[in-house]
């Protein structure tokens, strides 16, 4: 198939970049609306009315639908529009590439684990730096109304609830977050500037900013990079999905299993471990990226990185 039928037609970098960053405000926009529409024509209640609706537990499943489809349009969409305007076909652009080393599977699932042993030890860290008390109050303030809306989220009592919750909290940011992140902002930027490591840095601080958690930024910043750096070595964008999957649906499921335990689904939201195993967990991760890198042997990722 020739390129004229698999795009509209080809743009610059820099255009792209213009493009995604127009589309992906209004998909943001556009996400919140419709999906928090539907949700309060669900529950039968005014707009404004609703933050305090979705937060009580019997209302757990439209909650995490209403998530769901925010995310969907809010991530999904730019970077699917966005891949019209490339000479290949939207797929392959996307990053849908066969997985060539089934090794990389493994590979992938214990840097993911690992990857939770850092992030853990870099919360922990994250809240031993000194930092003025208004910031501190206000981050603090940011990190419980996340804990109550998933707390609200995750009220599963069956495991037809941890499903849902899976698909919900797991598979669908998993995919559409790693097209937004991944496949589309890192290689527009990586196209642009020509230099892997800027586009995979600068690409996981935007990730992790977009999560709006002063405490989980470090954490969240280390596991974009991770994730930027697999999708280099791999070319592939199912093995950073299959990582960001597997990051939030060990979250989900040891939730389920400490269901009736508050103080224990505290203690799995907050998962901070003691700082000094940003090393361990570092050190082990740099072996596993290694090995990833030598079953790609066409990746030759900067010596900076």
Request: net charge positive.
């Amino acid at each position: 198939m020739s390129s004229s039928e698999t795009s509209i037609f080809q743009m610059s970098p820099g255009l792209k970049m213009a493009l995604f960053i127009g589309l992906s405000g209004i998909s943001l926009i556009l996400g919140g609306m419709i999906s928090f529409s539907i949700a309060a024509l669900l529950l039968d209640v005014r707009f404004n009315e609703l933050q305090t609706v979705l937060l009580q537990p019997q209302n757990a499943s439209i909650a995490l639908f209403a998530n769901a489809l925010a995310s969907f349009i809010a991530f999904g969409l730019p970077g699917i529009a966005v891949a019209f305007f490339s000479k290949d076909k939207i797929g392959a652009v996307l990053g849908f590439k066969p997985i060539h080393n089934f090794n990389q599977i493994g590979l992938v699932i214990l840097i993911a684990i690992t990857g939770l042993f850092l992030s853990g030890a870099l919360g922990d860290l994250t809240e031993k730096i000194p930092i003025p008390i208004n910031l501190k109050n206000w981050a603090t303030q940011m990190e419980d109304q996340y804990k109550k809306a998933l707390f609200a989220m995750t009220q599963m009592k069956s495991v037809l609830d941890l499903i849902y919750a899976i698909l919900a909290v797991a598979v669908v940011p998993a995919v559409v977050e790693e097209l937004f992140f991944r496949a589309s902002l890192q290689k527009i930027i990586m196209d642009w500037t020509g230099k892997p490591y800027i586009a995979i840095v600068v690409t996981a601080v935007i990730f992790s900013a977009f999560h709006f958690s002063y405490f989980g930024f470090l954490s969240r910043m280390s596991l974009g990079i991770i994730l930027g750096i697999i999708y280099f070595y791999t070319k592939t964008i199912w093995m950073p999905m299959l990582m960001h999957f597997i990051n939030n649906g060990i979250g989900i499921t040891i939730l389920y299993f400490v269901r009736n335990n508050p103080k224990k689904m505290d203690a799995v939201i907050d998962g901070n471990l003691p700082y000094y195993w940003v090393v361990i967990a570092l050190f082990v991760i740099i072996i596993l990226c290694k090995k990833l890198k030598e079953t790609s042997p066409h990746v030759q990722l900067e010596k900076s990185i």
